[in-house]
Each structure stands twice: as C-alpha cells, then as structure tokens.
Nanobody, 130 residues
C-alpha cells in the first residue's frame, strides 16, 4: 500500500499563495486517484480538489474554483495543490488521500470521500491570517 506525506503548509496573509505537495512512497502514484481534503476546527471534512489516475480529469470545490490548481508529476510520485488568492476561510489542515479503487469519478471522490482502502497523510496546516 502506498504511503503519502503532505508538506508545504504555513502562515500566509490574505491574497497570498502556497503550494502543497503530496509525496508518495511504497508504490507508484500511477495507480491512484488523488484528492486534497481539508478540515477546519469544528468543521467537517471538505473535498477541495481531486485528480484522476491519468491526470486528465480534475474536480474543484466551488469554494476554491479559479484559485486552486491540482497537478500531478508521476515521475516524482508527487501531486501538488497550488493555492492562490488565499483568504481566512481557507484556514484548515489539508490532507491528501490516494484512492486505489478506480470505482468513483473525481467528483464523487471529492464530494463523498475516497474509498475506505485509501491511504491518508498526516496533514499540513494552512493558516491565512490578517
């Protein structure tokens, strides 16, 4: 089973940018759809963006559409989340999940959550402060 580790979080002012990375080990990411999810204090988990195994299909939550971009570099076994125009509502712990099932569309993965056999990272904190 693949292991994933997130990095790239931090403190940023409104309007700023961050790039999160999800690095996999153990198996190639080629076999996995990848999703970025976030959870703010006292809130439920939200699917932010998901990308298919091939990388040709992506999904974005309405709250981040036009500001965030997901991409994958399978040669580096890494998926990125470029986050621009950050605002305080983006403050959360961000997690990546690697879904091996191939059973769901990226929209389903993001909206309903990844397959139970998915691998999750430990999360990276993003704080947008004014």
């Amino acid at each position: 089973q693949v292991q994933v580790v997130e990095s790239g979080g931090g403190l940023v002012q409104p309007g700023g940018s961050l790039r999160l990375s999800c690095v996999a080990s153990g198996l190639s990411l080629d076999y996995y759809a990848i999703g970025w999810f976030r959870q703010a204090p006292g809130e439920g988990r939200e699917g932010v963006s998901c990308v298919s195994r091939s990388g040709d299909t992506t999904y974005y939550a309405d709250s981040v559409k036009g500001r965030f971009t997901i991409s994958r570099d399978d040669a580096k076994n890494t998926v990125y989340l470029q986050m621009n125009s950050l605002n305080p509502e983006d403050t959360a712990v961000y997690y990546c999940a690697a879904d091996p099932s191939g059973l769901a569309t990226v929209q389903q993965m993001c909206e309903l959550g990844p397959h139970p056999r998915s691998s999750w990272g430990q999360g990276t904190q993003v704080t947008v402060y004014s």
